[in-house]
């Protein structure tokens, strides 16, 4: 079996050859790190951590490179609301961002690269776009020339008379054309800057990708991916400055994730539906998010709410418990003697089901389906009266296996809100017969589960922490 994946430059499905054998060169775009990371953010960190975890699953050596935008206007923005350095800020949210997403159990990248960190080779790499005449300086800003580079629309599919229709020059712009994007900012008074051939200033957003997928992971690579509404400017730009400079394709697949709608409409600032990771993981077990993110296929968009989240919850409580009744089978019972093969035939079965829905263009919502079925199959098989050790065993390792592709981890002790909520009960009747050794008990346990207990006026709250 081979694994198709939906090309965004093609807009077809394709057969996934990389370009060296069982290895795979992959960039996903990472976030700007001016604030916490909003849960737009958070699907494309857990739909491309799944896809590195299958190609692994599938044989693949997987080298990821995922970014972070640590200067930028936003950033400048906040260091000069908040009166810190930028480099202050983007040290602060890189960290939230790794708590964030670790608890959402996505894997570090093999290399995270920083813009600050990496100024040389962006610098080099304008110099060379200016020198080819892909790029020219104006009074310290240097701009790409756009209508140089002739497949310009390919990734998004739009002429480039199009293109232009909806482009304008900003005030205090010095482009050639409307269409031409920046490569490298003049610094203003006050601002952070580096030193260059064009004077102080820092790049643009878009140069900043192409120069560290390149330094990385090579002229071409094999996946680049991020969320929809990446694919233009962001792509399209990458790929004419890449290809521009080099002769060469950029990535020989683009994946793009569709958008997540709140309540049934667009995420924005302006709507106040702004939903932040942060602050879902204090409410909900974050392996929650990770489940209600891959339910649905990663290319389509997908509808947050509570309720939605509630009702994901039933769902993936219902594969926990299978999961725990197993552990618990093979722990407690002594009657492990009978075997039969029809059940180990059909855990193969539903292996090789999952692998077929994984493999047309990794479809986490059908993989799910087929959990449901192995949980369904377990709970069958905990029915009978004589149960085998090793079947038992093969049930535990297959939803190990499966589930580990999906970054969930069922054998992690996880207390379920319901849990916590009598826990607290048991606590709050302990101080009230002043059984204070019970209480101190009962907060050290939750602590240990990573529960924080908050004892307020208006009662005990309590938070993931």
Same mark, same amino acid.
């Given at each position: 079996?081979?694994?198709?994946?939906?090309?965004?430059?093609?807009?077809?499905?394709?057969?996934?050859?990389?370009?060296?054998?069982?290895?795979?060169?992959?960039?996903?775009?990472?976030?700007?790190?001016?604030?916490?990371?909003?849960?737009?953010?958070?699907?494309?960190?857990?739909?491309?951590?799944?896809?590195?975890?299958?190609?692994?699953?599938?044989?693949?050596?997987?080298?990821?490179?995922?970014?972070?935008?640590?200067?930028?206007?936003?950033?400048?923005?906040?260091?000069?609301?908040?009166?810190?350095?930028?480099?202050?800020?983007?040290?602060?949210?890189?960290?939230?961002?790794?708590?964030?997403?670790?608890?959402?159990?996505?894997?570090?990248?093999?290399?995270?690269?920083?813009?600050?960190?990496?100024?040389?080779?962006?610098?080099?790499?304008?110099?060379?776009?200016?020198?080819?005449?892909?790029?020219?300086?104006?009074?310290?800003?240097?701009?790409?020339?756009?209508?140089?580079?002739?497949?310009?629309?390919?990734?998004?599919?739009?002429?480039?008379?199009?293109?232009?229709?909806?482009?304008?020059?900003?005030?205090?712009?010095?482009?050639?054309?409307?269409?031409?994007?920046?490569?490298?900012?003049?610094?203003?008074?006050?601002?952070?800057?580096?030193?260059?051939?064009?004077?102080?200033?820092?790049?643009?957003?878009?140069?900043?990708?192409?120069?560290?997928?390149?330094?990385?992971?090579?002229?071409?690579?094999?996946?680049?991916?991020?969320?929809?509404?990446?694919?233009?400017?962001?792509?399209?730009?990458?790929?004419?400055?890449?290809?521009?400079?080099?002769?060469?394709?950029?990535?020989?697949?683009?994946?793009?994730?569709?958008?997540?709608?709140?309540?049934?409409?667009?995420?924005?600032?302006?709507?106040?539906?702004?939903?932040?990771?942060?602050?879902?993981?204090?409410?909900?077990?974050?392996?929650?998010? %990770?489940? $209600?993110? +891959?339910?649905?296929?990663? /290319?389509?968009?997908?509808?947050?709410?509570?309720?939605? &989240? #509630?009702? *994901?919850?039933?769902?993936?409580?219902?594969?926990?418990?299978?999961?725990?009744?197993?552990?618990?089978?093979?722990?407690?019972?002594?009657?492990?003697?009978?075997?039969?093969?029809?059940?180990?035939?059909?855990?193969?079965?539903?292996?090789?089901?999952?692998?077929?829905?994984?493999?047309?263009?990794?479809?986490?919502?059908?993989?799910?389906?087929?959990?449901?079925?192995?949980?369904?199959?377990?709970?069958?098989?905990?029915?009978?009266?004589?149960?085998?050790?090793?079947?038992?065993?093969?049930?535990?390792?297959?939803?190990?296996?499966?589930?580990?592709?999906?970054?969930?981890?069922?054998?992690?002790?996880?207390?379920?809100?319901?849990?916590?909520?009598?826990?607290?009960?048991?606590?709050?009747?302990?101080?009230?017969? %002043?059984? $204070?050794? +019970?209480?101190?008990?009962? /907060?050290?346990?939750?602590?240990?589960?990573?529960?924080? &207990? #908050?004892? *307020?006026?208006?009662?005990?709250?309590?938070?993931?922490?």
């Amino acid at each position: 079996m081979t694994i198709k994946l939906y090309n965004t430059l093609t807009r077809q499905k394709e057969e996934f050859q990389p370009l060296e054998e069982n290895k795979v060169k992959m960039y996903v775009c990472g976030p700007t790190v001016y604030n916490y990371i909003h849960i737009g953010n958070a699907r494309p960190a857990i739909v491309f951590d799944t896809v590195r975890r299958y190609l692994e699953f599938r044989g693949y050596e997987v080298q990821y490179v995922s970014n972070f935008t640590d200067v930028d206007d936003k950033l400048i923005r906040a260091a000069n609301e908040l009166g810190e350095e930028v480099p202050t800020i983007a040290d602060r949210f890189i960290e939230a961002y790794f708590e964030d997403v670790s608890a959402l159990g996505c894997k570090k990248a093999t290399v995270h690269p920083r813009v600050t960190e990496n100024m040389d080779i962006i610098i080099d790499f304008i110099s060379a776009l200016v020198e080819k005449g892909y790029a020219y300086e104006a009074e310290g800003d240097v701009y790409y020339r756009t209508r140089k580079f002739e497949e310009y629309g390919k990734l998004s599919h739009q002429p480039i008379d199009e293109l232009r229709s909806g482009a304008r020059i900003e005030v205090g712009e010095k482009k050639e054309d409307p269409l031409d994007f920046a490569l490298w900012k003049a610094a203003k008074e006050g601002e952070i800057y580096w030193e260059s051939p064009w004077g102080k200033g820092r790049p643009g957003w878009h140069i900043e990708c192409s120069a560290m997928a390149r330094q990385y992971l090579g002229d071409t690579i094999d996946i680049h991916a991020g969320g929809q509404d990446l694919a233009f400017p962001h792509h399209e730009n990458e790929i004419a400055q890449s290809e521009a400079l080099t002769g060469k394709a950029f990535a020989k697949y683009w994946m793009h994730n569709g958008y997540i709608n709140i309540d049934n409409e667009k995420m924005s600032k302006s709507l106040g539906n702004f939903i932040l990771v942060h602050d879902i993981i204090k409410k909900y077990d974050p392996q929650l998010l %990770r489940f $209600f993110i +891959l339910s649905v296929h990663y /290319r389509h968009p997908i509808n947050y709410s509570e309720e939605i &989240l #509630e009702n *994901t919850r039933k769902g993936l409580e219902r594969l926990q418990t299978s999961y725990k009744n197993l552990k618990h089978r093979l722990e407690s019972s002594n009657n492990l003697t009978s075997n039969n093969e029809d059940w180990l035939k059909k855990i193969e079965d539903l292996h090789k089901t999952f692998v077929r829905e994984m493999d047309d263009d990794f479809n986490t919502a059908n993989a799910i389906a087929v959990l449901f079925d192995l949980s369904k199959q377990a709970n069958l098989y905990l029915l009978e009266k004589n149960t085998s050790e090793v079947i038992v065993q093969a049930f535990i390792k297959e939803f190990e296996a499966l589930t580990s592709v999906l970054g969930l981890d069922f054998a992690k002790e996880e207390l379920l809100d319901e849990e916590i909520e009598v826990l607290i009960q048991k606590r709050i009747e302990a101080r009230k017969n %002043r059984n $204070f050794a +019970l209480a101190d008990q009962i /907060r050290d346990e939750l602590k240990a589960k990573n529960i924080v &207990l #908050e004892d *307020t006026a208006q009662g005990t709250r309590w938070k993931r922490g």
